[in-house]
């Protein structure tokens, strides 16, 4: 289990104390920790922990997910592909990059190409099956750079960018 952040518009923002750090710390290292565990961990009682975690979540500035280890799902590869296209709005495109199980981020960008996409198959035979025809042969794609990722030296689902109140 991981801990994302998710602040939204609209979401009301909350300032986080030194106990909500903790809590949050204990769940990023396990997020099935139940409330009386990070309550006696803290101090608290598992009341006082339930409340601030559903203040946490219903402000949208934390959820606790489950993350997929890619490898023990039965995926040996990880690619980076940048996308050209054409002939069609990169937000058509990507909305249909986007249906395909094995991609699991697609950002429309600005530079050299205007999608990129992180997906992950199986083996080679897979990887050509999704690259060639179903990718390369979809309407609006011009070209294809995949990068085929050969050791992963940082894949931290849980990074979350929190700033301490005293922090500009």
């Not at 909350?14 to 309550?39: F, K, M, Q, V, W």
């Not at 203040?55 to 990880?78: F, N, P």
């Not at 937000?91 to 981020?105: K, N």
Request: negative net charge; hydrophobic residues 45%; glycine residues 4%.
């Amino acid at each position: 289990m991981a801990l994302s952040s998710q602040r939204q518009t609209g979401a009301a923002q909350i300032e986080l104390d030194d106990t909500d750090h903790r809590i949050i710390a204990l769940l990023r290292a396990d997020g099935r920790l139940p409330y009386r565990s990070i309550a006696r961990e803290l101090g608290l009682t598992e009341a006082t922990v339930r409340a601030r975690v559903r203040r946490l979540e219903d402000s949208r500035t934390m959820r606790v997910v489950a993350v997929t280890d890619i490898e023990a799902a039965g995926y040996g590869m990880l690619l980076a592909i940048g996308v050209q296209v054409e002939n069609r709005s990169p937000e058509d495109v990507a909305r249909e990059l986007a249906t395909i199980p094995e991609v699991f981020s697609v950002n429309v960008v600005v530079g050299a190409q205007d999608l990129e996409i992180l997906m992950v198959a199986e083996d080679q035979a897979a990887l050509h099956r999704l690259l060639q025809q179903r990718i390369a042969n979809m309407a609006g794609v011009r070209r294809l750079t995949p990068s085929l990722a050969v050791n992963v030296l940082k894949n931290q689902p849980d990074w979350v960018p929190f700033h301490d109140a005293e922090s500009p």
